[in-house]
C-alpha cells in the first residue's frame, strides 16, 4: 500500500509548498520590525517623511503578506490531507503548538494588520504605532510557535510512546516549550527574517538612490535598514545555529552529514571549506580543511569530539537491531501479553522503537529482518551528505557576502556617503535575492538533514504518509503548481509596479512622478522624458 | 476535571471555534459570494469589499484556529477526516488562495479586466468553501466510508465526486445560503443607499430559502436517514481508541438525542426563530438587529448538527465501529488540559481585541468615501 513513489510525491508537495511559503515569510518578519521603527520615528519625530515611509513600505509589506497569509493555509491543513498517519502519530504533542500559534500569533498578527491599513484615520499616532507593532509581535510569535513544532520535529523531547493508544503523547508541556533546538532555531530564523526585510529595504532604496529620486526618503529608509540589518546578520553569523546541532541524535547526524565528516578526528575538529563528497568511498575529495574551526564551531569547546559519519552508521546499526526487539515487545503488548515483565522489558528499549520501524520499508513484520535489510536501515539514516554539505556552504557565503553588504551600507549610511557609493547601491539592488535564497537552503539543510525521520528518531517519513494513490498525488502537485505559479506571477508584477514608482504611489503629491507630472502640465512640456512620469502616474495605484 | 469532561469540554469549545468562524469569518465569505450579484458597479463593489476590508484577515484565523485545534484536540479527526475529505478540503484551499490575494491586489492595477478577474476570484472564494463545508457536514450525517487499521492507520474508499450525494449537496445549499444571508445582515449594517436596499431584499429571500431547506434537511434525516448508535465502549472515562467500541446503524438514531434530552430542542428552534428574526428585522430596515439574528440563526443550525450526531463527530459507513466519537478521539488528557488553560486565556483576549478592532472601523461606508480615498482603499 505504501509505496516509494507514493512517499516521494507527498514528500515533493510538501516540500514544494513548505518553501514557497517561506519565500514569503521571512519578508514578513523582519518589514514588519521595520515598519514598527520607521513608525515609532514618526511618533517621536512627528516629521511626515516617516509616515510616508511606513506607508510605502507598508503597501509593499501588503503584498508580500497576502501571499504568506494564502500560502500559510496549505501549510496548516496538509499535514492531515497528506500526512495523516504522522498527524495521529504525534498530534497529541505537534498540534498544541500548532494551535497555541493560531490563538496567541495568527490572531494578533491578522487582526491589527488591517487596523494598520485602514486604521490611520480613525486611530491616535500612538494607538497606530502600537498597532503596528503588534503586528510585528504576532508575526514573530507565529515563528516561535512553529518553531517549537518544528524543533520538537527534529528533537522530539517530552514525550513518549503509548502502545494502547498507537501514538505519542506528551508527558512535559516544559520541555517542548523550552527544546534548545527549537530556541535555537527561532533566534536563528527570525534574525534571517529581519535580514531579508533589511536587504529587501536596502536594495530598493538603492534603486532610488541610483535613479536619484526621492532622495531623503531613500537615504532615511536606507539609514534605518542598515541599522536593523546589521545587528540582525550579526545575529544569524554569530548565533547561527550549528550550536544547535549537539543536540540529539538527529540533529548530530546532520551535522556530520553537512561537514562531511566521515571520520570522528580527535577534537577539535577542522572543517572542510570545500571538497566533493563522496558517498561511495565515504571520503572528501579535493578537500581544503581549516585546522579547529569545525570544533570550535559545533561544540564551543576544543575538546569534545564531532562524531563523523562512520561512527554514527555503527550506533545506528546497534539501535535498528534494539529496534526490532522493541517492536517484538511491542506486538506481545499490542496482542494482550500485559504482564510486568514485557511491559518492563518493552519501557527498556522503546527509545528505540522508532530505528525498529525503518525496517517497515523493507519488510512489514520488521522482525524477520534479514542482515541486508538492516544494514541498509542503517544506512538510510545518514542524509545525502553532497546536497547537505552543498547547500550549507551556499546558505554560509550569503551569510557572509551579505555581512559585507550590510555593513558598508551601515558605514556609508552613518557617515553620509551613501549618495556617492553607485557601486554599492547597485550590489544591494542585485542582492535583492540572496537572502531569500539563503533562506531556502536554511530550510533545505535542516529538513532534508532530518531524513529518514519525520520525527527524529521516533517516526520514519515513509510511514507519516496518507494513502494516496499516485495519480492523486500528481493531480494535487499539478494543481499547487498551477495557483502558485499563477498568484507569483501577480505578485511579483505588483512588486516590480510600486517599487519602480516608489512613494509616488501613496499620491500625496510630495514625491518624484507627481511633482514631474504637474510640473510637466503646467509647464506644457508634451513630449520627451518629461511625458513618462506622467504616463506612470496615470497608471496610478 | 475528570478525562470525561474534559473530552465534552473539548466538544464544546470546537463548537465554540466552529460557530466563531462561522458568524465571523461567514459574513465576509457572504460578502465575497455576493459581490458580483449585488454589487454593480466598481465603486459599489468596492465599498462591499472596504466594509469587510479590516476584519477578514482576522475573521479567516478562526478557521485556521478551528484547523489547530482539531488536530491538537482531536488528532484523529484531524488526520482521518483532512485525508478523507482530500479533494474537498484542497477545493477549500484552492478557492480560499483567491481571498487574500483578490482583497489586496484587486485595486492595485485600474483595469477592468484586471479587477472582474479578482472579482471572480473573491466570489468563488467566499462561495466554495460555503458550499463545500456545508456538503463535508452532510456527509458526517450519512456516515462516510473509512476504515482503520490496528495501528490507526486510515482508508478511506470513497470519492470526491460521492460526496455531491442529494443530501449532501442541501446541506451544502444550506450552509452556503446562510452565510450569503450573513453577509447581506452585515451590508445592511455597514452600507447605504441603493446597495444597502439590495441588501436587505436578499437577505429575505435567501432566509426564507435557507428556512426551506433546513426544514427539508430536518424531514430527510428524520424519514429517510439511519443514525449511528454505541452499543458497546470500552470506557469513555479511560483513554480509549475508536477500535474499542460496538457501534450500529438505527432508523431514526439521529433524531434520539432530542428525546432523551429535549433541552437539546433549543437548537433547531433557536435556527427557526433567528431565521424568522433575520427576515423581520431587515424588513424593518433594522440592520444591527438582522446580523444579531442572522448569527444566531448560524449557531442554531451548527448546534442542531452537532447535537443531532452527538457523541458521533465521524461516523464510519463502510466499519460503523470504527466511528470516530468525542470519547475515543481526543488527546491525552494532559494536552486537553494544557490546551483548555490556553484556550481560556486567550479567547477572552482575542474577542477583546477583535471587539475593538470593529468599534474603531466602525461607520457606514458610500461611494463617496471611495472615490475620495481611491488609493488607499480595497
Known amino acids: 500500500m505504501i509505496s516509494e513513489s507514493m512517499v516521494d510525491l507527498s514528500r515533493l508537495q510538501f516540500a514544494m509548498t513548505a518553501l514557497y511559503h517561506f519565500l514569503f515569510v521571512p519578508l514578513t518578519l523582519g518589514l514588519s520590525f521595520i515598519l514598527a521603527i520607521m513608525e515609532s520615528a514618526y511618533v517621536m519625530t512627528g516629521k511626515q517623511v516617516y509616515q510616508d515611509m511606513v506607508k510605502f513600505w507598508g503597501k509593499l509589506f501588503g503584498i508580500n503578506f497576502a501571499l504568506g497569509v494564502t500560502t500559510g493555509l496549505t501549510m496548516e491543513f496538509q499535514f492531515g490531507t497528506n500526512w495523516a498517519y504522522y498527524s495521529h502519530y504525534v498530534g497529541d504533542i505537534f498540534g498544541a503548538p500548532l494551535a497555541i500559534e493560531g490563538l496567541m500569533a495568527f490572531f494578533l498578527e491578522s487582526t491589527f494588520i488591517g487596523l494598520f491599513f485602514f486604521g490611520w484615520d480613525r486611530l491616535t499616532r500612538i494607538q497606530h504605532m502600537i498597532v503596528t507593532w503588534l503586528v510585528a509581535l504576532g508575526s514573530n510569535l507565529s515563528a516561535l510557535w512553529i518553531l517549537i513544532a518544528n524543533g520538537w520535529m527534529q528533537n522530539p523531547v517530552g514525550a513518549e510512546f503509548n502502545y494502547n493508544t498507537m501514538r505519542m503523547e506528551m508527558t512535559s508541556f516544559v520541555e517542548v516549550l523550552f527544546n534548545p533546538v527549537a530556541q535555537v532555531k527561532f533566534v536563528h530564523t527570525v534574525s534571517a527574517g529581519y535580514v531579508t526585510g533589511a536587504m529587501f529595504v536596502l536594495g530598493i532604496s538603492s534603486y532610488y538612490l541610483l535613479k536619484k529620486r526621492d532622495l531623503p526618503f531613500a537615504r532615511r529608509s536606507f539609514a534605518i535598514a542598515s541599522s536593523f540589518g546589521l545587528a540582525a546578520i550579526l545575529s544569524v553569523i554569530l548565533l547561527g545555529d550549528e550550536s544547535g546541532y549537539e543536540i540529539g541524535d538527529v540533529q548530530k547526524t546532520k551535522l556530520a552529514a553537512i561537514e562531511a565528516e566521515w571520520e570522528t578526528h580527535p577534537a577539535p575538529a577542522a572543517f572542510t571549506l570545500f571538497g566533493l563528497p563522496n558517498e561511495e568511498t565515504m571520503e572528501t575529495d579535493y578537500a581544503i580543511r581549516i585546522p579547529w574551526v569545525l570544533g570550535l564551531i559545533a561544540t564551543r569547546s576544543t575538546d569534545e569530539q564531532v562524531v563523523g559519519i562512520k561512527d554514527l552508521l555503527v550506533e545506528h546499526e546497534e539501535r535498528v537491531r534494539n529496534g526490532m526487539g522493541a517492536y517484538d515487545l511491542f506486538t506481545q503488548l499490542k496482542a494482550g501479553d500485559e504482564s510486568p515483565a514485557t511491559m518492563a522489558a518493552f519501557d527498556e528499549v522503546k527509545d528505540d522503537l522508532g530505528y525498529g520501524l525503518l525496517l517497515k520499508k523493507y519488510t512489514p513484520d520488521v522482525i524477520d529482518a534479514t542482515e541486508d535489510q538492516i544494514k541498509s536501515a542503517a544506512r538510510d539514516t545518514i542524509p545525502g551528505v553532497a546536497p547537505m554539505f552543498f547547500t550549507f556552504r551556499i546558505m554560509v557565503a550569503i551569510g557572509f557576502t551579505m555581512f559585507l553588504l550590510v555593513a558598508l551600507a551601515f558605514w556609508h549610511s552613518a557617515r553620509q556617503t551613501i549618495d556617492k557609493q553607485t557601486w554599492l547601491q547597485k550590489a544591494l539592488l542585485w542582492a535583492i535575492p540572496l537572502p531569500f535564497l539563503a533562506c531556502e537552503m536554511g530550510w533545505f539543510v535542516a529538513e532534508y538533514g532530518r531524513q529518514p525521520w519525520s520525527i527524529g528518531e521516533v517516526l520514519p517519513t515513509h510511514l507519516s504518509t496518507s494513502t494516496r494513490s499516485v495519480e492523486e498525488l500528481w493531480m494535487s502537485i499539478a494543481g499547487f503548481v498551477l495557483f502558485y505559479t499563477a498568484l507569483l506571477v501577480a505578485e511579483v508584477y505588483l512588486m516590480f509596479k510600486f517599487a519602480r514608482l516608489g512613494p509616488s504611489a501613496l499620491h500625496t503629491g510630495r514625491y518624484h512622478f507627481e511633482k514631474e507630472a504637474s510640473h510637466s502640465m503646467t509647464g506644457g512640456t508634451t513630449a520627451g522624458p518629461k511625458a513618462q512620469p506622467l504616463q506612470a502616474r496615470n497608471e496610478q495605484a | ?378
Open chain 2, 1 to 378: 476535571m475528570d478525562y470525561e469532561v474534559l473530552k465534552l469540554v473539548w466538544w464544546v469549545l470546537i463548537g465554540v471555534l466552529l460557530v466563531g468562524f462561522a458568524v465571523t469569518d461567514g459574513f465576509d465569505m457572504g460578502v465575497g459570494a455576493l459581490l458580483r450579484i449585488i454589487g454593480r458597479t466598481d465603486t459599489e463593489r468596492r465599498v462591499m469589499l472596504n466594509t469587510i476590508g479590516p476584519h477578514w484577515d482576522g475573521n479567516q484565523v478562526w478557521f485556521i484556529t478551528a484547523g489547530g485545534a482539531i488536530f491538537a484536540a482531536w488528532p484523529v479527526v484531524y488526520a482521518v477526516a483532512f485525508s478523507g475529505f482530500y479533494w474537498a478540503m484542497l477545493l477549500v484551499l484552492f478557492a480560499m488562495f483567491f481571498r487574500p490575494v483578490g482583497f489586496e491586489y484587486r485595486a492595485k492595477v485600474d483595469d477592468p479586466r484586471w479587477r472582474s478577474l479578482w472579482d471572480w476570484g473573491l466570489t468563488i472564494g467566499g462561495a466554495v468553501p460555503a458550499l463545500v463545508f456545508g456538503v463535508a457536514f452532510g456527509n458526517l450525517i450519512l456516515g462516510v466510508p473509512f476504515s482503520l487499521d490496528e495501528f490507526m492507520r486510515s482508508t478511506y474508499t470513497g470519492s470526491f465526486w460521492a460526496l455531491l450525494n442529494p443530501f449532501g449537496l442541501v446541506a451544502g445549499l444550506v450552509s452556503l445560503g446562510m452565510l450569503m444571508m450573513h453577509g447581506g445582515t452585515w451590508l445592511q449594517m455597514r452600507t447605504d443607499g441603493a446597495l444597502h436596499e439590495r441588501a436587505r431584499r436578499i437577505t429575505v429571500a435567501l432566509a426564507v430559502l435557507v428556512a426551506a431547506l433546513f426544514a427539508l434537511a430536518g424531514v430527510w434525516i428524520w424519514m429517510g436517514i439511519d443514525g449511528y448508535v454505541i452499543m458497546d465502549i470500552k470506557s469513555t472515562a479511560a483513554a480509549v481508541t475508536p477500535l474499542d467500541k460496538v457501534v450500529t446503524t438505527q432508523e431514526g438514531a439521529w433524531l434520539s438525542n432530542y428525546g432523551q434530552h429535549p433541552w437539546m430542542m433549543i437548537a433547531p428552534l433557536l435556527g427557526f426563530a433567528g431565521l424568522a428574526l433575520t427576515v423581520l428585522m431587515s424588513m424593518m430596515n433594522r440592520g444591527v438587529m438582522a446580523f444579531v439574528s442572522s448569527s444566531l440563526a448560524i449557531t442554531g443550525i451548527i448546534l442542531t448538527a452537532g447535537f443531532s450526531l452527538f457523541p458521533f463527530i465521524m461516523p464510519s459507513s463502510l466499519e460503523p465501529s470504527h466511528s470516530l466519537t468525542v470519547w475515543d478521539v481526543v488527546s491525552s488528557e494532559m494536552t486537553l488540559n494544557i490546551m483548555f488553560w490556553v484556550a481560556m486565556v486567550f479567547v477572552p483576549i482575542v474577542l477583546s481585541y477583535t471587539i475593538w478592532g470593529y468599534y474603531k472601523m466602525w461607520g457606514r461606508l458610500t461611494n463617496q468615501f471611495i472615490e475620495d480615498n481611491k488609493y488607499s482603499t480595497y
